[in-house]
């Protein structure tokens, strides 16, 4: 029930297929998921968010797997079906274990109750956590 | 500007004492901070959440650094300042450079940019997204 | 599979049927959305939450597509199922195209994106945007 | 660091003053919070908003310190810092102990965490939750 | 369509049942809902939530009831869809009428409001709202 | 107190430079704001971001008045301090007057209080809202 067309491959324009075809080639898959279909009925969006993706969730800093959990987190706190569903299943194929999702609900859990005490308490920042640069001190 | 007391380690009751001094044991710091200092008008609270992020927090399928950047990213998405401060002195301790905090956040940012594309276009969720125990099919 | 009975315009009093005809003279149509029968449970809650949105969702200093597209980019970002469906509706018979949804839908995701850098990095409001009345400054 | 002006009594249209005096009368003190001096650069929107508060927030099938209460939840989930301040400070006025607002923090902190456990799990909502009207069945 | 198996009781480990025959024996039913049924895949987690529920929840220095509407008004403002059906039929067992659960959305509805009106308008907390402790003031 | 270092112009390297020149010629001004000093620590996020914001809050099917509008309401609707200031001072250089604000920020309170009553009563969605695309319907 998308409020937009789902446009399959055989009628998307040459534009929309090259971001396809860069996907499943980037992905090693051979089909697109709907929320791209969902975003080709405006191709300039579709080729920048795609864009984005592929260059933040490539390995970096940080592990693949550990981005595809953080996507998780963020989308299970936000209470995104789409997303949880979709993150959780990349999640899987990079080799995110029961125990590891479990795991991974465990923190996200836990930080949304603190995160709650905290703005309902109004607890003060411990000078403490504020990085030097902010507090003008100098790290040895 | 806390909307309870802080409650300093002189001030504390023995049944708090006992938990100030187990953070502070667990963590190999030698001062609380404001969020414990606030709990602790209810000592049950104080102790079920103590015991919560110390269960939670350790060591298990997923590294101790790898959850703290998941409470982050849970706080950054939520807003919440304290939790934001707090967890990112505790994820830099553990070791986290400036160039995975900034990726943290860029994946962050765009989990929320796609959950409301996702939810804004109402994007079905693709049955291949759908794990198998739900779909009633067999794993090879 | 609502919580509360979604009453029907035979089933409902006369206080409450002078509202449901309000709605559908009011928006030029014959028929009521479910979201007033669910709240037709309280009728001063109905005739509240009616009297406010005819209010503040007519003709005024801005234009009323641009008020639907404002209601929609908040339901996308609380991720309202209901809402998103009904105002994308609403902003449909008033004149928004599909191009016009899907850049909305941009700048919503974008917002949403950036709206955690801001608070992810916790970036100090710039002096310059803090209006005058709040600097004791003077407008020239 | 208001974005709109703070309008003193003094400086009020009679319009505003109206709603001013109403909501110092109604609450049995002699001073105006921000909210409100905020509201008033809109005095439609001041009206509108205040005669609301007064309606809902009135005695009811609920007691007005628990509507209080849930005022406070609702603000800290959402991490309104003004919200969150005055409405704890109209519910100690009613009668909110220390321990009181401790519990209600717990069960809002607890709250916040089942829901993401639930949306991250995606865990399907049990047919006895849903209520008879919806699943045609007969209450004996 | 759960991310993670729903763990029956004829299924359950040992260790799994003990929470589940403490689950119906404290709320006095025969049946495990799907949430715990979810949990029970990581058994100290379903362990450590279940603990935090039956103490949070239990009578103290709010009433049950009370405690089921605060957990309604969170949910409701999270858009947790199994949460609202769970508690909302919890809040009912405990006594809450029609005119109660409306009134309990009226006034989550009027907190999200008015919360979105305080953080647009960034309205300045006023003195009077923060609590003497804060301010170093004394109570008479 | 920012999380990150605020990178000024002189201490910038080229490349940051770059998109400082850029954002600074693209809205006729002669300063840079903090978020993009913010972001400056991860160069590629910086370009990243800013080329999006460049694209996607120029004219198009919206006005680019309207398209700060809705930021600021997405912006209002998350509590984002920073991004509340910084598109309302955008928004009233793009000619948004007081009356335009406060009927914007009269919109999304309206929205957020809705959003929660369809969330809470659970209210089912109206086939009439969904499109024709999604009911296998055609337009006359």
């Keep these: ?11 998307a ?27 080709a009925n405006d191709p300039a969006l579709l080729a920048r968010v795609w864009a984005q993706v592929k260059q933040v969730m490539a390995p970096g800093a940080l592990d693949p797997l550990v981005k595809e959990m953080i996507y998780v987190a963020v989308s299970a706190t936000n209470g995104c079906e789409y997303c ?41 920042v411990d000078p403490q956590f504020i990085p030097c640069e902010a507090r003008s001190c100098r790290r040895a």
Tied chains: 1, 2, 3, 4, 5, 6.
Excluded: C
């Design 1 to 11: 029930m998308s409020l937009v067309k789902i446009i399959e491959y055989e009628q």
């Design 13 to 39: 324009s040459a534009e929309v297929r090259v971001v396809y075809d860069d996907i499943m080639k980037t992905r090693g898959v051979d089909w697109v998921n709907n929320f791209w279909k969902a975003l």
């Design 84 to 124: 949880t569903y979709s993150h959780t299943a990349a999640a899987r194929k990079k080799g995110m274990t029961d125990a590891m999702f479990l795991e991974l609900m465990a923190v996200v859990g836990l930080a949304n109750q603190t995160n709650r005490l905290a703005n309902g308490l109004r607890v003060p």
